[in-house]
């Protein structure tokens, strides 16, 4: 019923920036946030920056100043900004919602598949 698809992820040397790019489709009535996560070999998934219907972001404290978290309500996309990127930052970088489908009465969390970064010194 519902898609979360990324895209933007790939290979980029340290210092370099990349843009990732999630989109929602289906029967969506409602988005009350998006956010990125990641997960990097060996290691936890971890929020890396969430964006709520009002625009209000959060972030990790290992990304601020360095990715923008921002989304096109009309369209259901978000996307994650990365500038000065780290070879700590290489992950797979997961998209989340949390909304309404329009059949639905309650908030459902979905993941989308997934988008691998890789920062090479």
């Known amino acids: 019923q519902v898609q979360l698809v990324e895209s933007g992820g790939g290979l980029v040397q340290a210092g370099g920036s990349l843009r990732l790019s999630c989109a929602a489709s289906?029967?969506?009535?409602?988005?009350?946030?998006m956010a990125w996560h990641r997960q990097a070999p060996g290691k936890q998934r971890e929020l890396v920056a969430l964006?709520?219907?009002?625009?209000?972001?959060n972030y990790a404290d290992s990304v601020k100043g360095r990715f923008t978290i921002s989304r096109d309500n009309a369209k259901n996309t978000v996307n994650l900004q990365m500038n000065s990127l780290k070879t700590e930052d290489t992950a797979v970088y997961y998209c989340?919602?949390?909304?309404?489908?329009?059949?639905?009465?309650?908030?459902?969390?979905?993941w989308g598949q997934g988008t691998q970064v890789t920062v090479s010194s």
């Open positions: 289906g029967s969506i009535d409602s988005i009350y946030y």
């Open positions: 964006i709520n219907n009002g625009g209000s972001t």
């Open positions: 989340r919602a949390a909304l309404r489908l329009t059949t639905a009465s309650v908030t459902t969390l979905y």
